[in-house]
């Protein structure tokens, strides 16, 4: 199985408004649900892909008992499809409240205001315990955990060197892991020496302070990341491997709601991974599914159609210059 | 007891923001979440005046049962001030999901951008139930419903006409009943002839055609108010009632949230009806109270201190042309 983690899960609320103005009334004429939280996200691709998926992370109050009904909803609808994997529940419990992020689609241009809440504060006990399943699960059942993603955002309380030792949890248990975060996180985790991370070109230049993918890039491989697959956003992404550097470009931009794209591609490059992909194929699929999920209505979902019609036509070239 | 329906109830979520941008990603720095829609928020300004209050509408799902949690901690906080009333829980389940409404309050400029979900499908026997459970609140104990008040919108499901019904129902079991909806369930409602209707100027307009309030609030009698109380928002009140017609004004403008405000003027209204207060003395509390709630940081609410400092200070003046 494959394992994700999601420290601050959410409750992805959707709501469709006309028009939204600022400082307006606004009467929402479509309101979705869906459990939210990047690892979630990659985990629903990855299942959709025939991976068994365990999810972990912290769930608490009403709102992380909805996403957990929900996702169980999720794993029983892709249960009853013929090549889907089994999408297990392994959450922890928190005291706290899991948090909403309410994305407004604002009918007349298309665009999306996202209001993101922090998410409950953690106590130190419950990261303990957190620990311990973390643990577990990468142990379990001798080498039935075959990677490990960690996915998003901290919730308050939890120590902002969390990645660091959740990496180092990973290595000492032979899983490889893939860190996908952003900011003071990440630059902890890449210490942690992880064996890839997927920033954006945002997040890397937050980190590097340049906003040239193929330096910064580097930079990340040097402050101790393996491997390095940067998303180029609509231009694809850019690989920097222990077997080279690689570009990846789909034939055409697609036009739609970017929203989980990078944790499509994350599902991209983590299935990829543990059925022994090349870089090049591994890429592939990670743009063709960014594709198909901006071809989506949301994150964690892609669209089939697009999916197989984008995976012959995203375009692989290596730098020759060595990373 | 004072009764007060809210058919739709919400869980009411507030969200600060530094600055909201259109179509921008934000970090919410604080979340706040009460039980909400408009008589709820009457009936806890009722509670703390010293009023015996029972609720009732319909509520359900995870936010459902929120709100009732909440509710029931307000109750118990109320109870444990000296001079509060009881505030008694008699909502009806409803199969769908209760709605929330999310305010984003802007820092960088107070003001408040409202986002509101329209609220749970009621199905024909649902609200066969709530008329069972209404009529029996009505007749609860001879005599011991002392006035209603019909507040808000209707969720989807539930008869455009729902309002003529239960201000029928009402009048039947010889219940003062006051209604403060808008747009085709207030012009329903009128056609019953309820004893009050608390309108704002865009509401009255909304269905009489007419910006000019006191010849708005004459069209709304002769439709069937018996007595008319229409809200001037900072300016006030305006009555049309069978004594005479009185406005109401502040002495100042009081800047805040005037989320609630018209809800507060109801609690004032009622409050003065059941302790027979002549039309002028209710006219200042409900002026007063709004100006109280504008003050304070949500509805429901009401700052006491500026309450006090308010009640002296709202001048009322009769016009001698007949209603």
Redesign the interface.
Known sequence: MILTVTLNTALD?G?R?PR??????????E?RVRPGGKGLNVARVLAALGHDVVVTGFAGG??G??VRTLLARRAENASAAPDAGSLTDALVAVGGET??T?A?I?DA?G????????GPHVAPEEWTAFLTAYRDLLAAGGGRCRAVALCGSLPPGVPVGAYGTLVREARTAGVPVLLDTSGEPLRRGLAARPDVVKPNVAELAGITGTNEPLRAAREARRRGAREVAASLGPDGMLALTEDGVWRAAPARRLAGNPAGAGDSAVAGLLSGLVEGLSWPDRLVRAVALSAATVAAPAAGEFDAPVYAEMLPRVEVTERTAAA
């Open positions: 609320v709501y408004v939204l103005e600022r400082h307006g009334t606004h009467r929402v004429s309101v009403r709102t008992e909805e948090r909403r309410v407004v604002d241009t665009d999306t205001t996202q209001l993101n809440e922090p």
